[in-house]
């Protein structure tokens, strides 16, 4: 008894072609990693902000500032988002905050916690496919979507 499946010889009548499976919008920054984001920046403020009423801020926020950029720029670019020379907009935010960062008395501000916050909402803009505009159009009808 032969226990060998023969193979099927015949020609196909049609091409077999893929069919298109619908692209899926798939979010960078979700809402939660958003907010967690925000939520350590505001953390990394509020220890500057201590370290600069002791009168450490010169060093330690210095310090602070530079572990929060390495830790900052890893956790975006795990999440594919880049705030180098070639995204001006991010770039020049995060050049601008930690900028003030580094400067001892206004390092008290919530820098980071507008830096960050303002990177996760043009990223999640650009991800929804809306512009600068249309999103500034919402904030001035009260439409504002985070």
């Known amino acids: 008894m032969d226990n060998t499946i023969s193979q099927n010889k015949t020609a196909l009548r049609r091409p077999i072609r893929?069919?298109?499976?619908?692209?899926?919008?798939?979010e960078r920054i979700s809402?939660?990693?958003?907010?967690?984001?925000?939520?350590?920046?505001?953390?990394?403020?509020?220890?500057?902000?201590?370290?600069?009423?002791?009168?450490?801020?010169?060093?330690?926020?210095?310090?602070?500032?530079?572990?929060?950029?390495?830790?900052?720029?890893?956790?975006?670019?795990?999440?594919?988002?880049?705030?180098?020379?070639?995204?001006?907009?991010?770039?020049?935010?995060?050049?601008?905050?930690?900028?003030?960062?580094?400067i001892p008395a206004v390092n008290a501000l919530p820098a980071w916690l507008a830096m960050i916050g303002t990177v996760v909402w043009m990223t999640r803009n650009e991800d929804r496919g809306s512009g600068i505009m249309k999103t500034a159009t919402g904030a001035l009808t009260g439409k504002l979507k985070f």
Do not use: R
């Open 18 to 26: 893929p069919t298109p499976q619908p692209e899926e919008k798939k």
């Open 31 to 102: 809402k939660i990693t958003g907010y967690s984001m925000m939520i350590v920046a505001g953390c990394i403020d509020l220890l500057q902000a201590g370290l600069t009423a002791i009168g450490i801020g010169l060093i330690g926020g210095s310090l602070l500032t530079l572990c929060s950029v390495i830790g900052f720029y890893i956790w975006f670019q795990i999440h594919g988002v880049s705030w180098s020379p070639q995204n001006p907009k991010k770039f020049l935010t995060m050049l601008g905050g930690n900028t003030l960062e580094l």
